[in-house]
């Protein structure tokens, strides 16, 4: 039976998301695979994380792709990309804690590609007059994958309802935290 080199590596973003120091071993059975054909594929935790970024970043720009970021009103793209990114969710968690990707000169040029896009299009809806100013789009969009890995973990630990992923980023980005006067 060949190995679903994809589904190996969303096994492992799974389990790495609740237990990122998880050995080999533990992703090797996590995944329903033998150490030695984990081993075959991925040379090292090294390895495995460089692909778990690849399909991370894959799997997010596609979340872009069918969220149409450049169409419609900025606010409703935000919502499509959220809907969107929930079913990666976890593997995001774990990759923006991952601290060995944003060091030194290996950065994967993928994620200043993702960068750009949320960026432009919270740029956008601070033009349009939708997103309020005084925040910087890269900072929106530190705040948005921030809020992505945090609820993908809430959701894990199931201290959230998953029903409630969408709602809960959305209006806590969108609406902040302050109460509105009434």
Not at 164 to 170: A, L, R
Request: aromatic fraction near 6%.
């Amino acid at each position: 039976m060949a190995m679903d080199r994809d589904q190996v590596l969303r096994d492992a973003a799974a389990l790495l998301s609740r237990k990122s120091t998880a050995t080999m071993d533990e992703v090797a059975k996590a995944a329903g695979i033998g150490r030695a054909t984990l081993h075959r594929h991925f040379a090292g935790r090294d390895a495995l994380v460089r692909a778990l970024e690849e399909l991370g970043i894959r799997e997010f720009e596609g979340a872009c792709d069918r969220a149409g970021l450049e169409t419609g009103s900025p606010v409703e793209a935000l919502r499509r990309l959220i809907a969107e990114s929930e079913p990666h969710a976890q593997l995001l968690a774990f990759l923006v804690t991952e601290n060995q990707l944003f060091e030194g000169d290996q950065v994967n040029a993928g994620w200043a590609r993702l960068d750009a896009r949320v960026c432009a299009l919270f740029r956008r809806g601070q033009e349009e007059g939708e997103i309020r100013i005084d925040l910087s789009p890269a900072w929106l969009t530190e705040a948005l994958y921030g809020l992505i890995g945090t609820c993908a973990w809430a959701v894990m630990d199931g201290r959230v309802a998953a029903k409630d992923y969408h709602h809960m980023i959305t209006e806590l980005l969108l609406g902040g935290a302050r109460r509105s006067e009434r």
